[in-house]
């Protein structure tokens, strides 16, 4: 699963490296070292005209639903079967994004206890995770929610747990979220076939572990 990430970057590099143009609606943009569920988060989407991002909250709830607190248990959707489950075959149809960040945490259970790691790219600073989205509304209120995908971890990450999220190559993120491409079957086949090799960690504090700790300490090596 992925329950934690990181973005520390700069809007700068975020427009940099994804192409965009104009000017997010993420206006008090800020570095972010403790990412959880339930928080709002940078996403890009694209209209069918450009790419667009901004902020939508972390935890999908469908527009189907009665009860906007599913959404605190839809934050990850197996990428093996997201294709044939009701809460998302629509959503990889046409309503596929881009979830913006420089790395995540994952506890690796250890005879002392569940040992946070800090994971990222070694060649890249900022990448995407494939993700998913909605919009439900409800007696007035509307909320822009969604979903990262998660697949089988691959040979590095399999050491740490037995699920990573899905990390987007440099030059496949646009194909991701490209709106002509609408079949669930055929997107569901392309992220099984993306593979990341660059990965790294190394192990960090237990700061990390609230939700309330949002300072730099989270990504901090930690000291041996």
Same mark, same amino acid.
């Given at each position: 699963?992925?329950?934690?990430? %990181?973005?520390?970057?700069?809007?700068?590099?975020?427009?940099?490296?994804?192409?965009?143009?104009?000017?997010?609606?993420?206006?008090?943009?800020?570095?972010?070292?403790?990412?959880?569920?339930?928080?709002?988060?940078?996403?890009?989407?694209?209209?069918? %005209? &450009?790419?667009?991002?901004?902020?939508?909250?972390?935890?999908?709830?469908?527009?189907?639903?009665?009860?906007?607190?599913?959404?605190? &248990?839809?934050?990850?959707?197996?990428?093996?079967?997201?294709?044939?489950?009701?809460?998302?075959?629509?959503?990889m149809a046409n &309503?596929?994004?881009?979830?913006?960040?420089?790395?995540?945490?994952?506890?690796?259970?250890?005879?002392?206890?569940?040992?946070?790691?800090?994971?990222?790219?070694?060649?890249?600073?900022l990448f995407a995770?494939?993700?998913?989205?909605?919009?439900?509304?409800?007696?007035?209120?509307?909320?822009?929610?969604?979903?990262?995908?998660?697949?089988?971890?691959?040979?590095?990450?399999?050491?740490?747990?037995?699920?990573?999220?899905?990390i987007l190559p440099?030059?496949?993120?646009?194909?991701?979220?490209?709106?002509?491409?609408?079949?669930?079957?055929?997107?569901?086949?392309?992220?099984?076939?993306?593979?990341?090799?660059?990965?790294?960690?190394?192990?960090?504090?237990?700061?990390?572990?609230?939700?309330?700790?949002?300072?730099?300490?989270?990504?901090?090596?930690?000291?041996?």
């Open positions: 699963m992925c329950g934690r990430f %990181t973005l520390t970057v700069s809007e700068f590099e975020i427009y940099e490296a994804f192409g965009l143009e104009g000017k997010s609606d993420f206006s008090d943009y800020l570095p972010r070292y403790n990412i959880a569920p339930g928080q709002e988060i940078l996403s890009i989407i694209h209209d069918g %005209t &450009k790419k667009r991002m901004g902020p939508i909250k972390w935890g999908l709830v469908p527009s189907w639903s009665k009860d906007k607190k599913i959404g605190y &248990k839809m934050i990850n959707a197996r990428s093996e079967t997201a294709h044939e489950k009701p809460s998302f075959k629509r959503l &309503k596929r994004c881009l979830i913006v960040a420089d790395s995540f945490y994952e506890w690796k259970k250890t005879e002392a206890g569940k040992q946070p790691k800090r994971i990222y790219l070694e060649n890249r600073p995770f494939a993700g998913l989205w909605d919009k439900w509304e409800k007696d007035g209120e509307v909320l822009f929610t969604c979903t990262i995908l998660t697949k089988e971890a691959n040979s590095f990450m399999s050491d740490i747990h037995d699920r990573m999220p899905v440099e030059g496949k993120e646009n194909e991701w979220i490209n709106p002509n491409a609408t079949d669930p079957i055929e997107r569901a086949a392309f992220l099984q076939e993306i593979e990341i090799s660059d990965l790294a960690a190394y192990n960090v504090s237990n700061t990390v572990n609230s939700v309330k700790n949002e300072e730099k300490a989270c990504i901090e090596p930690l000291s041996s």
